[in-house]
C-alpha cells in the first residue's frame, strides 16, 4: 500500500505564493509518476500538473503554465508545487495522486490513471 501526505497549503493573497508538498510512503512504491488535481464544490476534479518520476518531464494545465512548476526530489519520495501569481480562481482542494507504476495506459494528466490518493489539502487565494 501506498501512502500520500500533503502538506503546504493554506490562505494566499492574489499574486502570492504557495508550495505544497506530497511526501509518499510504503514498501509497494513503485510509481511511475505523480500529480496534482484540484477540486471546488460542485465541479469535478481537474489536472493540474504531473511528473514522470523517472527522468522529470512535466505536464501542466493551459491555466497554470508559467505559474505554476512541479518538481521532485526523488530520495525523499516527495513531489512539489511550487504556485506563484496565485489568482482567486485557483481556490481548491489540492490533491496529490501517483499511479501504480505498472497500468500506465492512460496519460499522465487523466485521473483514471492513478491508483493512490492525498487527503486533499485547501489552497483559498484572496483578491
Same mark, same amino acid.
Given at each position: 500500500?501506498?501512502?500520500?501526505?500533503?502538506?503546504? +497549503? =493554506?490562505?494566499?493573497?492574489?499574486?502570492? @505564493?504557495?508550495?505544497?508538498?506530497?511526501?509518499? $510512503?510504503?514498501? #509497494?512504491? *513503485?510509481?511511475?509518476?505523480?500529480?496534482?488535481?484540484?477540486?471546488?464544490?460542485?465541479?469535478?476534479?481537474?489536472?493540474?500538473?504531473?511528473?514522470?518520476?523517472? +527522468? =522529470?518531464?512535466?505536464?501542466?494545465?493551459? @491555466?497554470?503554465?508559467?505559474?505554476?512548476?512541479? $518538481?521532485?526530489? #526523488?530520495? *525523499?519520495?516527495?513531489?512539489?508545487?511550487?504556485?506563484?501569481?496565485?489568482?482567486?480562481?485557483?481556490?481548491?482542494?489540492?490533491?496529490?495522486?501517483?499511479?501504480? +507504476?505498472?497500468?500506465?495506459?492512460?496519460?499522465?494528466?487523466?485521473?483514471?490513471?492513478?491508483?493512490?490518493?492525498?487527503?486533499?489539502?485547501?489552497?483559498?487565494?484572496?483578491?
Amino acid at each position: 500500500q501506498v501512502q500520500l501526505v500533503e502538506s503546504g +497549503g =493554506g490562505l494566499a493573497q492574489a499574486g502570492g @505564493s504557495l508550495r505544497l508538498s506530497c511526501a509518499a $510512503s510504503g514498501r #509497494s512504491f *513503485k510509481s511511475y509518476a505523480m500529480g496534482w488535481f484540484r477540486q471546488v464544490p460542485g465541479k469535478e476534479r481537474e489536472f493540474v500538473a504531473a511528473i514522470i518520476l523517472d +527522468g =522529470g518531464r512535466t505536464r501542466y494545465t493551459d @491555466s497554470v503554465k508559467g505559474r505554476f512548476t512541479i $518538481s521532485k526530489d #526523488s530520495a *525523499k519520495n516527495t513531489v512539489y508545487l511550487q504556485m506563484n501569481s496565485l489568482k482567486p480562481e485557483d481556490t481548491a482542494v489540492y490533491y496529490c495522486a501517483a499511479d501504480n +507504476g505498472i497500468n500506465l495506459v492512460l496519460g499522465i494528466w487523466i485521473s483514471q490513471r492513478y491508483d493512490y490518493w492525498g487527503q486533499g489539502t485547501q489552497v483559498t487565494v484572496s483578491s
